[in-house]
């Protein structure tokens, strides 16, 4: 997520490759040669990185958050922390940092990945308008980015953040239906995979319900009604809505 990130604040022109820093594990080659390709300078340890950086992004397993913070403390006063952690609060990450260190969460997903991502951030006690103008600009350049208050991350987690999955069985069980009809598989994926995307695009762009546009594509005794039939008949439909219900699971990082 990180270099998918780096890659879209560059080719936005928010930033240059050889103005980011960044620190890994020593073992971790294929990031260290990536950022090294965007011209960013890199580091094994994480205090130089923050240090010497005015915007610091936390882009780790959520596990070792709070270690990781312990350990550049001492460099975080006054600095902003822009955290893509899942499940770690405002509350955990301002209490590993000075009092001064300026936060914000954030939870992407991995369409940002191609500059589609649906992302949203949560300012903290001490960031400011400018520091949330910056973080917006920033996510913007990898997809959609909206604040929204700490209580709604959960749910938006078990959303946008684990949607992509549910979309990506759902555009593979299409495909398979079309394959058992006759189509090749590399043209069936690529007609379901665009189905789902013009079709978000047309609920975002038009405005109008869901319903309302399904509705347009379902004729009386039509091949449309009888497989959203079927769908209600076998309680997929229920199987969905159950699935975005799931945010409780969010609140612990080692179940992410």
């Known amino acids: 997520m990180a270099q998918a990130m780096a890659n879209g604040f560059i080719s936005a022109g928010l930033t240059r490759g050889d103005s980011m820093t960044a620190s890994f594990h020593p073992s971790d080659h294929a990031n260290i040669e990536a950022f090294k390709a965007f011209g960013a300078k890199t580091h094994v340890e994480n205090l130089p990185v923050v240090s010497g950086s005015e915007i610091i992004f936390i882009s780790v397993k959520p596990t070792v958050v ?12 006054g600095k902003l922390f822009i955290s893509i952690a899942m499940g770690v609060t405002l509350r955990e990450l301002e209490n590993s940092l000075e009092s001064t260190a300026r936060v914000i969460r954030v939870m992407p997903n991995t369409p940002a990945l191609v500059r589609a ?6 300012r903290g006690s001490a960031a400011t308008d400018d520091d949330c103008k910056v973080t917006q600009a920033l996510f913007q350049a990898v997809g959609t980015c909206e604040e929204v208050p700490e209580t709604m991350m959960d749910p938006i987690t078990a959303l946008s953040g684990s949607g992509p999955a549910y979309v990506f ?22 007609l379901a995979s665009q189905t789902v995307l ?5 609920v975002r762009e038009t405005g109008r ?7 347009d594509v379902t004729s ?23 699935m975005s219900k799931q945010q409780p699971r969010c609140t612990d990082p080692d179940r992410a």
């Open 66 to 77: 709070e270690s990781v913070l312990q350990a550049v403390r001492p460099a975080s006063a």
């Open 117 to 122: 991502g649906a992302s949203v951030y949560v």
């Open 169 to 190: 069985v759902m555009i593979e069980a299409l495909a398979d239906g079309a394959v058992r009809m006759g189509l090749p598989r590399d043209l069936a994926y690529r």
């Open 198 to 202: 013009g079709s978000g695009k047309l």
């Open 209 to 215: 319900h869901p319903g309302q546009l399904k509705d």
């Open 220 to 242: 009386p005794a039509g091949s449309t009604a009888a497989g959203l039939s079927h769908l209600e008949q076998s309680g997929k439909m229920n199987a969905i809505v159950y």
